[in-house]
């Protein structure tokens, strides 16, 4: 069985799928924040404005985690956790819930990295050991 670097196949970077599912994950946390902030709204004030910048987020996380493999997309998720911090103005859980996220996203972006990087250097290791 040869494991030249023309027989393996391509894998996806740990770092992408991890930023991408923390994304996917958030475009959720954006919902069901906009279904709070509709709750939370005063009697005969616009709906539109809450679900335009509920709907703007989630299509930015959207964006982000389908650019994840890219640095542009790593900055467009990184602004996408500070957004999620700052919506805690108008829905205050956000606050909590937008640091936690941040957090899981800081751990992603390093945890991914590591994985990717011992992941090269095993795949070198095995291409010195089977030319």
Known sequence: MSSSPAARPRRRSARAVL????LTFEVFVVLFAALVAFGLREPGT??????GVAGGLALLCVVAAGLVR?????????????????S????????????V?????VVALVLGRRID???AEREAVEDRLNP
Do not use: H
């Not at 930023?19 to 923390?22: G, H, P, R, T, W």
């Not at 805690?88 to 640091?99: L, N």
């Open 19 to 22: 930023c991408s599912a923390v």
């Open 46 to 51: 616009s709906v539109g404005p809450i679900w």
């Open 70 to 86: 890219r640095p542009s997309g790593i900055w467009l998720g990184s602004a996408v956790q500070l957004l999620l911090i700052a």
């Open 88 to 99: 805690g103005v108008v829905v205050p859980t956000m606050f909590v819930m937008g640091t």
């Open 101 to 105: 996220f941040a957090a899981i996203w």
């Open 117 to 119: 990087q011992e992941r």
